[in-house]
């Protein structure tokens, strides 16, 4: 049984707007391969306390309320809302074995770290345990995975796996993509990944429908046990990401995905010294 008869939401969807999308695909410019990551200056770098926004174009637009449960209102309506409003998103590319042995490789954009020490990750999937994709599955069957971080490299392979192909059918092959044994956990993490890690399932909780007692998803809570770092992507002190080298890719709403070519660098504020600057000491003066 295919992804898309398992998953309502995922038949609901209809992700791709465009119909015939290699001809869209065709009409547009051909990828940029040589920008390449670089350092801009801040939007305004002699920006001031208390000067607020940048530009004054948030004034000319008013906000609407949304009811995420209003009457009229769909779970598709707020799944493509928050995708595409919650961006960019780093994507966990997860690798995990089911009980049976099967391996399964397979993107999910409902992934971050959330603390360091141990290294915690939480990563969302789609179903509920009564209906789960198959990475959910294997996480909850057996408790180990590996995530892996995409890279613009392979991101068509890493993408690929996206398809709605049977439990039975291994995304390795499919992506052609390399598999290689980890040290801590028993799924396989990706060769062609500049960072990966090894996890282990701390955690899991499922969500109920707020609008219907359908089960609508799991969110697993994992522990990095051991990582994996390309040696030209990590700095000599091993703490550090080059985003130059590990070109990350990131989910963007519907079938869009983001590249990280520049940025900018902002120093955290130190009160103590800003405390000493004339508009800082007008704005404290004032609220006193």
């Not at 919650?86 to 397979?106: C, E, Q, Y």
């Not at 899991?204 to 992507?233: A, M, P, Q, Y």
């Not at 590249?259 to 004339?278: I, L």
Request: proline share 7%; charged share 25%.
């Amino acid at each position: 049984m295919v992804q898309e008869q398992r998953f309502g939401l995922e038949s609901q969807i209809k992700r791709n707007p465009h119909g015939d999308f290699k001809k869209v695909e065709a009409s547009r410019p051909p990828f940029e391969s040589d920008a390449k990551w670089h350092y801009n200056q801040t939007v305004k770098p002699d920006w001031k306390a208390g000067e607020g926004a940048t530009n004054d174009e948030w004034t000319k637009h008013r906000k609407i309320q949304i009811d995420p449960y209003g009457e009229n209102r769909s779970p598709v309506d707020n799944y493509k809302m928050l995708i595409s409003g919650v961006v960019p998103r780093p994507i966990g590319f997860v690798s995990t074995v089911s009980k049976d042995g099967v391996r399964n490789l397979a993107p999910f954009s409902y992934t971050t770290v959330v603390n360091h020490d141990p290294p915690i990750f939480c990563i969302g999937f789609s179903g509920g345990r009564g209906n789960p994709k198959d990475s959910c599955q294997n996480v909850l069957d057996t408790g180990e995975l590996t995530i892996n971080i995409i890279s613009e490299w392979f991101v068509e392979a890493a993408n690929y796996t996206c398809t709605d192909c049977p439990p039975e059918v291994n995304e390795w092959d499919l992506s052609g993509l390399t598999p290689v044994e980890s040290q801590m956990v028993k799924p396989p993490h990706v060769a062609e990944s500049a960072f990966s890690v090894e996890a282990k399932l701390l955690h899991h909780h499922e969500w109920t429908s707020k609008t219907s007692d359908k089960k609508t998803g799991v969110l697993c809570i994992v522990e990095g046990v051991n990582f994996h770092v390309r040696e030209d992507v990590i700095n000599d002190d091993l703490n550090i990401l080059d985003p130059a080298k590990l070109q990350p890719v990131s989910r963007l709403g519907g079938i869009t995905y983001g590249r990280t070519t520049q940025g900018y660098e902002m120093p955290r504020p130190d009160f103590k010294s800003e405390s000493q600057k004339s508009e800082l000491q007008a704005i404290l003066n004032n609220k006193q």
